[in-house]
């Protein structure tokens, strides 16, 4: 008997390939240009892209290297400038002599993640990363085979990773640990007592060879006083330590495509400087050359100050309107533009987690109560949020929350408040989508 040829299609397909997850704030970008077509402007509170332009004196660096012919190939573990600048900025604000020889540019700070487990994890090797957490770190986990760990991050201690909970989870098997802070999606920012309790679980507990990933690429987006503190700048965690950043976020240049990473070694950088060879041969040099403006500028800190303060106001805008709203709560988080509400109450109101108690057990393997209340703001009262699912599903089950991106103008997000206060009282309407079935998970 012949195959389908979508059958064909899908054997064609390594097994691995159908592991691999995505990351929803983008594939929920097609279902929002479906609400628009219909006619409706919405809310857009999905992406953590800030609104802001990228500043003037990076985009003028830019032209100038172009114009200069900086647009040929050049050294794939990135330009030497560049990666003098990042050692240099990094090392002065962790307290730590790096030298650009431990340095790779990549095209953003997200490749790093899954070269990073492909390097050091064979399939069975564990990767103990937060949840919820960045999507990517789970997704590519298990496309590679290795053995996904997740810490359940708390509410009721900050959505912090906390030093106890770590331990738990921490065996001989384990060969990577995953920490962002400030972080996605949570906001939540570690102090240097709480690094310091972390880092003895890991000199203790886990063997010289276990990388540490320590995403700061959030680490200028503080609010409240808060100083960003890496792991790295403890006693005896430079050595185990991968310390990743990157422009999308600090200097408002998501497409610009430039992110590092600081390895132990040089040796360690040299192998990672082959994967950019075999997967991208080398980052645009007139961009690099823009990202060390960015980071030697005296020009940057303050448009960055002004883009924080914005922040801040929004944080507080919506973190005062998300908790007038009967059955909702958040906490006010003290970094990125995320903040992270729990809607336990709102599910339980409308009825979503009755709803989805009847669901079929196929389609509730790929929703939750949040989902359905996620979709419902959207198709239904256009505010595109994400769901708790999309930021590691492992052990999710039961817990009611959304992430608002708040890097959008302060005008949408108190008409997303407005449309969020409405779509938790509309049980009526709830029940009718819900029954119109589409767009269940």
Known sequence: MSLSRKDSATSAFSRRTHRLGTENAFKIGPLIKEVEAAGHHVVKCNIGEPDFPLPRHIAEEVKRQIDADMTHYCDPQGILPLRE???????????????????????????????????????????????????????????????????????????????????????????????????????????????????????????????????????????????????????????????????????????????????????????????????????????????????????????????????????????????AIDGVTCLRQKGTFYVFPNVAGVCESIGAIEAYESLPPALRERTSPSTLFQLFLLFRHHVATMDRRSFGRIGAEGQHYLRLSIATAMDDLKLGLDRIRAAARDRDGFRAFVTEGQHLS
Not at 178 to 205: C, M
Not at 240 to 267: E, L, Q
Not at 274 to 297: D, H, R, T, W
């Open 85 to 323: 600048a990042i050692a240099r900025t990094m090392g002065e604000r962790r307290g730590l002599r790096l030298s650009a020889d431990r340095v790779v540019v990549f095209p953003g700070a997200k490749p790093p993640i899954g070269l990073c487990e492909q390097t050091y994890c064979d399939p069975g090797d564990e990767v103990v990363y937060p949840s919820p957490g960045f999507p990517i770190y789970e997704s590519f986990t298990t496309y590679l085979d290795a053995a996904p760990v997740p810490v359940h991050l708390r509410e009721e201690a900050g959505f912090g990773l906390v030093a106890d909970d770590l331990a738990k989870v921490v065996t001989r098997r384990t060969k990577m640990i995953i920490l962002n802070f400030p972080s996605n999606p949570t906001g939540g920012v570690a102090t240097l007592p709480e690094l310091q309790k972390i880092a003895d679980v890991i000199r203790h507990q886990a063997s010289p060879d276990v990388r540490v990933y320590s995403d700061e690429v959030y680490e200028d987006i503080l609010f409240d006083g808060q100083a960003h503190a890496s792991i790295a700048s403890l006693p005896g965690m430079a050595e185990r330590t991968v310390i990743v950043s990157g422009v999308s976020k600090s200097f408002a240049w998501t497409g610009g495509r430039v992110g590092w990473a600081v390895f132990p070694t040089a040796d360690e950088a040299a192998v990672f400087k082959n994967l950019n060879i075999n997967y991208f041969s080398c980052i645009p040099a007139y961009n690099q050359m823009g990202a060390k403006v960015a980071l030697e500028s005296p020009e940057s800190k303050p448009v960055m100050a002004r883009m924080m303060a914005a922040f801040r106001e929004r944080r507080d805008v919506v973190v005062d309107g998300l908790n």
